[in-house]
């Protein structure tokens, strides 16, 4: 078989890719917005009302407001996206977050239910209402760290994640060649997410912080807890060509605390 080569001067996505990030907003979105307009990519965000308003995203991104636990919010925001551009290239799931520290056995079901659609939930329809518009391309989904290694308190959170591991593992297989999947499992990163999220008081002076940082630092090799740029540069490598023999992968960043 007959191969292109592939530019390697050039991680990120093609120039004018069309790139859709749900929960663009937040830490890591903006600052995964902010690169891929640098790198000259067609940028939509998508993510909750609060958040949008909280950072609006610059007037030339495509914003579109949605519940991404809600299908029918989620399938008319990529029924506009198919509308303004047509197709898509590259899906990015951001969308996501933790609850408060406590073992399974004190969490009750509505709580867990949250936690699983705030992340996988939101993930797999994402997923299904974005693939009609990709002829081909690359998703990357969020997972975590938590979802290999857990930790006391963060069972609901890690059992999500795990599942949006599995979900890639799945899209990856059931849509080669055309559309590669992969995520990313970062450990701990700086932004309001460690305060429950951007579109969840994460912002709020007062929000409590739901990890306890000298510890933490203490168990990194890197010595330092990760900031969103540590996470945006393996998103949009695997979201362009120099990553196009990979599927179904998780690439862990987490400064060395987890090597699996």
Excluded at 103 to 117: F, K, L, M, R, T
Excluded at 227 to 252: C, E, K, N, W
Aim: charged letters at 15%; glycine letters at 12%; a negative charge.
């Amino acid at each position: 078989m007959d191969v292109a080569p592939a530019d390697l001067t050039r991680l990120a996505p093609a120039l004018g890719s069309r790139l859709a990030v749900v929960g663009g907003c937040g830490g890591i979105g903006r600052a995964l917005v902010a690169a891929a307009r640098a790198a000259e990519l067609k940028v939509a965000v998508l993510d909750l009302p609060a958040s949008i308003a909280t950072h609006p995203p610059p007037e030339d991104v495509l914003t579109l407001a949605l519940d991404a636990t809600r299908e029918d919010e989620v399938a008319t925001a990529f029924a506009a996206l198919r509308d303004a551009w047509g197709w898509l290239d590259v899906l990015v799931n951001l969308a996501g977050f933790t609850n408060r520290k406590v073992p399974v056995a004190d969490v009750g079901a509505d709580e867990w239910q949250e936690i699983v659609d705030g992340n996988l939930r939101a993930a797999y329809l994402s997923c299904r209402h974005a693939l009609p518009l990709m002829p081909s391309g690359a998703i990357v989904n969020m997972a975590s760290g938590l979802a290999n290694r857990l930790l006391p308190g963060y069972g609901a959170y890690g059992a999500a994640k795990a599942g949006v591991i599995a979900l890639t593992k799945a899209l990856a297989i059931e849509n080669a060649p055309h559309v590669r999947a992969n995520a990313v499992a970062p450990g701990a990163v700086d932004t309001a997410f460690l305060r429950g999220g951007t579109g969840r008081g994460g912002e709020v002076e007062g929000a409590v912080l739901q990890l306890d940082p000298g510890p933490y630092v203490a168990t990194i090799p890197l010595g330092r807890i990760a900031v969103p740029d540590d996470v945006v540069g393996p998103i949009l490598f695997l979201a362009g060509d120099a990553s196009r023999y990979m599927t179904g992968q998780v690439l862990h960043i987490n400064g060395g605390s987890l090597t699996p």
